[in-house]
């Protein structure tokens, strides 16, 4: 027997059902939400971001934290995706110290994961564009993007693959100002590349695209937490794409590109522009080891991506307390 607020909230339920089945007769061929009920789940990812490991602050530790509590999971992923800034800087360090940073990150992923790992290059992980704090001439065989090129094992700086019926597509978001920095966007190469690339893609398969920069994200503007004298919001090019609405236009040519995910502000935000949504997926690192950044725990994303181009994300805090 019902009780009187059971029956009622089945009534409603029925009600609910009701009108929604007179609407998909009189409007629409299929049930709004059909699609979702008979996907299925092809790729689950972890995509972990912006880790900065470095000798100090129990760096080391916290990524092997991150990566335990990844293996814990009941549900585990897939594969590991690096969004960059693997270690804490080699823009500014000289050779040794740039080594010792990539030991470390090599040797804990080494130890603590047997996921596959798919890399992106970060704008920390290039070595010695601030020639007069790296002592880099330039001339180095491992110089700029080259180091970060072979650690990883990369095909290219940019390059693309296909799993699970997926394409994915991992940009390299840095481009160098000189000794004076870098700045976020696609050389003309890379532009070019990209839109051969999803011209070459099948329009029923899906696109997920991987840079280190956000291409849009509101958290580019929040990194600062700083506003022009007349209160305006101002978006630094090394903070987000300044190619950003570029891409976005070639992007609605190709309604496959369904999701992109960065990291490099250390926040997590969602935002959706016409047909695509953008990802950023926060910091393994959090405020480079000193905690929190701003409203953002140290942390990962789980990515799941299914078969009718539908994906989910949720950011997950693996509870690291900041060492003395
Ligand atoms: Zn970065």
Not at 19 to 39: D, F, I, M, Q
Not at 41 to 47: F, G
Not at 92 to 113: H, V
Not at 183 to 205: C, I, N
Request: charged share 20%; proline share 4%; with cysteine.
């Amino acid at each position: 027997m019902l009780s009187p607020s059971s029956s009622r909230r089945q009534f409603l339920h029925s009600a609910v059902a009701t009108s929604s089945a007179a609407l998909v007769g009189t409007t629409l061929s299929t049930p709004l939400n059909a699609a979702p009920l008979e996907r299925k789940r092809v790729l689950r990812i972890a995509h972990f971001t912006d880790v900065h490991v470095q000798p100090e602050r129990g760096a080391s530790e916290g990524m092997a934290a991150c990566l335990r509590h990844i293996s814990a999971l009941q549900d585990k992923p897939d594969v590991l995706f690096n969004g960059g800034d693997a270690i804490f800087d080699g823009l500014e360090q000289n050779e040794q110290r740039t080594q010792l940073q990539w030991d470390i990150f090599f040797d804990t992923l080494k130890r603590e994961t047997k996921l596959p790992v798919r890399h992106c290059i970060g704008n920390h992980d290039v070595w010695g564009w601030l020639q007069d704090k790296s002592g880099a001439k330039g001339n180095e065989a491992r110089y700029g993007k080259k180091w970060a090129v072979e650690a990883y094992g990369l095909p290219n700086r940019y390059y693309s693959f296909a799993q699970a019926g997926w394409h994915f597509i991992v940009l390299d978001s840095t481009q160098s100002r000189g000794n004076i920095g870098y700045e976020a966007r696609l050389d003309s190469e890379q532009y070019e590349w990209l839109r051969g690339e999803l011209a070459s893609v099948k329009p029923t398969t899906p696109v997920l695209v991987m840079s280190h920069i956000p291409i849009l994200s509101m958290t580019s503007a929040f990194f600062l937490r700083k506003q022009e004298h007349n209160s305006d919001w101002t978006i630094q090019r090394n903070l987000m794409h300044a190619d950003g609405l570029q891409i976005q236009q070639l992007f609605r040519k190709f309604p496959n590109v369904k999701v992109c995910i960065s990291g490099h502000t250390h926040l997590v935000d969602r935002l959706d522009y016409t047909g695509v949504t953008y990802f950023c997926d926060g910091a393994v690192s959090g405020a480079w080891w000193k905690g929190a950044w701003q409203d953002c725990e140290p942390g990962y994303a789980l990515v799941n991506l299914y078969d009718d181009g539908t994906f989910e994300r949720e950011y997950v805090v693996y509870g690291w307390k900041p060492k003395e």
